[in-house]
């Protein structure tokens, strides 16, 4: 069962157009959601996040907007540059931790990623 | 402030064998989870540790498990090694697990090639 789904491999833009990454969620629990991006050979790194009480959340020119009701979210880049072509991930912890334990927050579930080719 | 750092960067281990894999989380940070990665089933959940104790598991076979030291250290040992087993691990650190809304540190990675 997968609850967070990015269901489009990749995207291709132009340098200085807007780019637009979407994912898609299952489980109305989730009250976080995250943007991690990837380059080959190396490890995630935390882009934005929102919260679900929130609609939107801006940090220079990536945005990120919720739609609760539909259960999506979308990455708004502006304007897109060369160097931003990545993997993007989407992710929402949660998780039920084991008997005893507080952590349910430790646990993130990731989408399988949207490759993003930005070319020059 | 050093970053989360993995050991090794790269192995290469033949079916059958065992393997254990090394991340040294940031200086202060006592949890600290592991991923997998692979292309058909993107980034997985492996487990959590904080202080000591696993705190949260995914859903992996028991041929996964971890161990965590006393200065935040931990270790993940994959037994009896499948092909399917052949990903690039990663290793996410923060202060309490419960930050996670801020997001994690990633290292850079393990990656396992199983032949």
């Known amino acids: 069962d997968q609850q967070v789904k990015q269901n489009s491999p990749s995207l291709s833009v132009q340098e200085g157009r807007i780019s637009i990454l979407n994912c898609d969620y299952t489980?109305?629990?989730?009250?976080?959601f995250l943007w991690y991006k990837k380059y080959p050979a190396e490890g995630p790194t935390f882009l934005i996040s929102?919260?679900?009480?929130?609609d939107k959340n801006e940090d220079g020119r990536f945005t990120v907007f919720l739609n609760k009701s539909a259960k999506h979210l979308s990455l708004h880049i502006v304007p897109s540059q060369p160097g931003d072509s990545a993997v993007y991930f989407c992710?929402?912890?949660?998780?039920?931790?084991?008997?005893?334990?507080?952590?349910?927050?430790?646990?993130?579930?990731f989408g399988k990623g949207i490759t993003l080719s930005v070319r020059p | 402030k050093a970053g989360v750092t993995q050991t090794p960067r790269y192995l290469i281990k033949t079916r059958g064998q065992q393997v254990t894999l090394s991340c040294s989380p940031i200086?202060?940070?006592?949890?600290v989870s592991w991923y997998q990665q692979t292309p058909g089933q993107g980034l997985q959940f492996l487990f959590e540790?904080?202080?000591?104790?696993?705190?949260n598991k995914g859903n992996f076979p028991g041929r996964f498990s971890g161990r965590q030291f006393s200065n935040s250290r931990s270790e993940m040992n994959v037994s009896t090694l499948e092909l399917g087993d052949s990903a690039l691990y990663l290793c996410?650190?923060?202060?309490?697990?419960?930050?996670?809304?801020?997001?994690?540190?990633f290292g850079s990675g393990t990656r396992l090639t199983v032949v």
């Open positions: 996410a650190s923060s202060s309490t697990g419960q930050d996670v809304n801020y997001g994690y540190t």
């Open positions: 489980n109305s629990m989730f009250d976080y």
């Open positions: 929102i919260s679900s009480i929130k």
């Open positions: 992710a929402a912890p949660g998780g039920r931790p084991l008997k005893g334990h507080t952590g349910a927050n430790s646990k993130l579930t």
């Open positions: 200086s202060g940070h006592r949890s």
């Open positions: 540790y904080f202080s000591e104790t696993q705190r």
